[in-house]
């Protein structure tokens, strides 16, 4: 079943959506506006009270909170954030597809799907909100800021809940590929990958965590995710690395799935800094974005019932150039 999201009473605005805020019902707090600075004690006071003045915090049905309004009288309230001054991400997205219901794009490496953390307009969604003058733009799934590839939104909310069920109910068949280091012990006359003859099926229990970075593998649990992994060349980069170069079919769609099963197999991603080690965090490398890309994206258009294919154009920086 599609979950629909609570209606925002205000406008997106410069490409950006208004922010959301539970409020509790009960605390130490005598107002609203008392919570709300209280949650945000590392911003001015003085000015969040004037916002609160102003009518720029507003309750679900538009109507601006005052700053005497008391606790409890209001179980949510929407306001737009101050945008921080962000350094532009220097890659560009390109559209592949655009019609009047559905919006495909080719994400480059390093630009996030939807505004978050220190990015926000710097992010596909707003990017294009603004380049395409549409408002309601909305992405019909997600792909990681260091994924590159396809990525489908949708144009409209009267179409939108018959693509989302696309991928609820796994009718959009997905295609990937990844460049990984070449293990030591591989054999081009007998490839395998961590003694599996390939290609692999292989399987494993992920579960994702409410504000950890990382998924954590159960394997005391069935297994509810299920990927394909294909080679499709194995060689040399043109940086001299020893590579292979797989193509994956996911089964299903949980998080950082690919890079929690090829790091399993030994055969982590190449500029992955998360699996299957946390490394410290440090800027961007653009010299060796992660070596994943969501290559094709095929299903039955929910609206005319024909098929649509869509296939990347972009290509993985650390792909064999030569055979070895």
């Not at 799907?113 to 294009?128: D, N």
Request: charged content about 25%.
């Amino acid at each position: 079943m599609t979950r629909v999201p609570m209606p925002s009473p205000l406008p997106v605005k410069n490409g950006v959506g208004p922010t959301r805020l539970r409020i509790p019902t009960s605390g130490p707090w005598a107002t609203i506006a008392d919570y709300f600075v209280a949650k945000f004690d590392h911003l001015d006071s003085g000015d969040l009270y004037r916002r609160f003045d102003a009518g720029e915090i507003v309750d679900t049905d538009g109507r601006p909170i005052g700053r005497g309004t008391a606790l409890g009288a209001d179980r949510f309230l929407w306001y737009y954030r101050d945008l921080p001054a962000e350094d532009r991400v220097p890659f560009q997205e390109e559209i592949l597809h655009a019609d009047d219901d559905l919006v495909v794009i080719d994400k480059p490496h390093f630009l996030p799907t939807t505004p978050g953390g220190r990015y926000l307009r710097e992010s596909a969604l707003v990017r294009l909100r603004t380049r395409l003058d549409n408002p309601d733009l909305t992405p019909i799934h997600r792909l990681d800021r260091a994924t590159a590839g396809l990525l489908m939104f949708s144009a409209r909310p009267a179409t939108r809940g018959a693509y989302q069920s696309l991928f609820e109910k796994r009718r959009v068949v997905k295609v990937y590929e990844a460049v990984s280091a070449r293990p030591l012990e591989w054999d081009s006359d007998e490839p395998a990958i961590a003694g599996r003859t390939v290609p692999v099926l292989y399987r494993n229990h992920i579960a994702a965590t409410r504000g950890k970075l990382r998924v954590v593998v159960d394997d005391a649990q069935a297994p509810n995710a299920e990927t394909v992994i294909e080679l499709k060349d194995s060689g040399i980069s043109a940086s001299g690395r020893a590579v292979l170069h797989t193509i994956l079919r996911p089964h299903t769609g949980r998080k950082h799935q690919l890079r929690v099963h090829l790091a399993a197999l030994g055969i982590g991603i190449l500029g992955d800094s998360w699996y299957p080690d946390l490394l410290t965090e440090e800027p961007d490398d653009h010299s060796l974005p992660l070596q994943l890309l969501a290559r094709e994206l095929e299903f039955t258009d929910p609206l005319s019932g024909l098929p649509r294919e869509f296939i990347t154009r972009r290509t993985l920086s650390e792909a064999p150039v030569t055979e070895r």
